[in-house]
């Protein structure tokens, strides 16, 4: 079996990321736009273990980075989700487009 | 070897201390009051601000993942002097809420991490600084739970710094595949400048760009400072940016410095945006602090320009300005934060005929906007004049024109306060503020750092003697 190459493992991290970026630029729902996010750390994920692999097997510094991304991702998750339950008390809704009392 | 662990770390340890104190006080069963926690948590800061000062020693740990130098000890300082500050300020806030131990611990959490940030020495180190720092905060935007606009600043707080450390994290991992390493000291000699490198700068560069509200990132800057409570907002712009300068100069300094072609045109380039928009928005604004926030966004693209000088001098005045701006910017928002407390006032045209009720607190706001314009008398002025000459010895004197040029426009909007506050006739001016002992404490220590960090030279003597340049 052949190796897949280095070059479309990078494609799909980077496709991805830019999916993500897509997402939270066109998600009007809160909870998606978190989810756009989340997207674009995985592809961040990707890429660490993908170099790690590919270029420096010698030590193992990408693979411990992404072990520290997805714990702060799953902190950051948290406080967003306990902030967007917050504003959905007082808004009575998720979607962004109601949280825009302050402008300019 | 132990010994020195405690010393070196020794910044990081008091806040970890202080932090466990309070949690401990939080889940024990002694009922204390508001007035009782808050001494508690006024004294422990202090300590925490002067042991800062003494046994402080260079060296590095944990293979080269934290370091500590006499510089950073100074960064530190200052960043505990300025949490110290805003907890004298939070008091007149704080003293009614349900939950004044949260407060504090998020605040203590949020500085654990800017001094991890500071001293980190990896990109893995300094990534887990940035978010310990920034997580907390938008807890903290959102503190006063039952207001729409707290939450409101709380989502966008927290959206767009997600979205800011995923550029971020993208530029780390591009880095990081280029050259097989994540150490601050091995990254210059294998930075050789190719395509990917450069497109990994850029991503770095505008995670940071982020967080210090450089103009094409700082959409989220007003609306959070408008929506926070006032104390919040003075910590994120005071304390939180310049542990973000602090880091961010020395990045530019010493990681990317053989990308110095590059950094110095995108700091040029955003420099002159950020004074110039920044000033035009600012113009326009009716609520004081979001007159405040663009004003402080258009100070970092002033900043930016001392930075760009890449010299000694360059770090020298980047520091002594945010030194000077912890004073200036915490005194006009510590007035702002009395007032709001006390009778819910946030726009400027509530401030007229202030001077005819409140004359000492209309002096200090006063003085205050005088430093942030730069009016010579106060340390403001000297900010601004080590800053751009610094930016003078690279010769770009377009930059400085346009520098000075914005500096009039500024001048246009703090005195319009400033004219609100002596000349404008009120009828219902905001009444008499009473304010305690903890307001006065912090309101004479920002006045006596206004005035004495400008006329005494040794200041800035000091900090440019401890300064690294190339």
């Not at chain 2, 006080?25 to 926690?37: F, H, R, Y």
């Not at chain 2, 508690?40 to 993942?65: E, H, P, Q, R, S």
């Not at chain 2, 010299?311 to 030194?323: E, I, K, M, P």
Request: proline share 2%.
């Amino acid at each position: 079996m052949s190796e897949i190459p280095l070059t479309h493992i990078l494609f799909v991290s980077t496709a991805l990321f830019f999916i993500g970026m897509y997402g939270l630029f066109t998600r009007r729902n809160m909870i998606t736009m978190l989810m756009a996010v989340e997207l674009m750390l995985n592809s961040v994920n990707i890429n660490f273990v993908a170099f790690n692999k590919y270029l420096f097997p010698e030590n193992l510094d990408g693979v411990f980075f992404t072990i520290f991304i997805i714990t702060i991702a799953a902190a950051e998750a948290a406080v967003a989700i306990a902030i967007i339950i917050n504003l959905y008390r007082s808004h009575h809704s998720i979607d962004v487009e109601d949280a825009t009392e302050m402008k300019w | 070897m132990l010994n020195d662990f405690f010393i070196l770390m020794k910044f990081e340890l008091l806040p970890a201390v202080i932090f466990f104190v309070l949690l401990f006080i939080k889940v024990g069963t002694a009922e204390l009051s508001n007035a009782s926690i808050i001494r508690l948590a006024n004294i422990l800061l202090f300590i925490n601000l002067v042991a800062g000062f003494f046994y402080n020693k260079d060296g590095g740990m944990f293979g080269d993942m934290f370091h500590t130098n006499a510089l950073i000890v100074l960064q530190k300082s200052i960043l505990n002097l300025g949490i110290f500050i805003v907890s004298l300020q939070a008091e007149a806030w704080l003293r009614t809420h349900k939950h004044v131990i949260e407060f504090y611990l998020l605040l203590l959490s949020s500085l654990m991490g800017m001094f991890f940030m500071i001293s980190g020495a990896n990109l893995l180190m300094f990534y887990l600084g940035l978010e310990l720092a920034t997580i907390p905060l938008a807890a903290l935007a959102n503190f006063d739970l039952e207001k729409r606009k707290s939450s409101e600043a709380a989502m966008k707080l927290i959206m767009s710094s997600a979205f800011s450390s995923g550029l971020l994290l993208f530029g780390i991992s591009l880095m990081y595949g280029t050259t097989g390493t994540l150490g601050f000291a091995q990254l210059p000699a294998l930075l050789n400048g190719s395509n990917l490198q450069v497109f990994a700068f850029v991503l770095l560069f505008a995670g940071f760009a982020f967080k210090i509200s450089v103009v094409p990132f700082h959409l989220w800057t007003a609306d959070v400072y408008e929506g926070a409570p006032v104390p919040v907002t003075s910590f994120l712009s005071v304390v939180s940016k310049g542990a973000f300068i602090f880091v961010f100069a020395s990045v530019l300094y010493t990681v990317f410095k053989p990308l110095a072609d590059t950094w110095y045109h995108m700091l040029f380039l955003l420099s002159v945006l950020t004074m110039v928009i920044g000033n035009l928005f600012a113009l326009r604004q009716q609520n004081i602090k979001r007159m405040l926030a663009f004003s402080s966004i258009a100070q970092m693209g002033f900043i930016l320009i001392g930075i760009s000088g890449s010299s000694q001098a360059g770090t020298a005045s980047a520091v002594y300005f945010v030194l000077v701006y912890v004073f200036t910017n915490l005194a006009a928002f510590g007035v702002v934060a009395l007032v709001s407390a006390q009778t819910g006032k946030e726009d400027i045209t509530d401030y007229k005929g202030f001077h005819a009720t409140n004359p000492v607190l209309a002096w200090v706001l006063a003085i205050a906007l005088f430093s942030l314009a730069g009016v010579p008398p106060t340390a403001g002025f000297f900010g601004k004049f080590f800053l751009i000459m610094a930016g003078a010895a690279k010769q770009n004197y377009w930059l400085i024109t346009i520098a000075a040029l914005n500096m009039i426009v500024s001048l246009y909007y703090y005195l319009n306060l400033v004219k609100a506050l002596f000349m404008d006739a009120n009828a219902s001016p905001v009444p008499k503020i009473t304010f305690g002992v903890y307001a006065k404490l912090a309101i004479v220590i920002c006045i006596a750092g206004m005035v004495l960090s400008g006329l005494a030279s040794v200041v800035y003597e000091y900090i440019y003697n401890l300064s690294t340049g190339f």
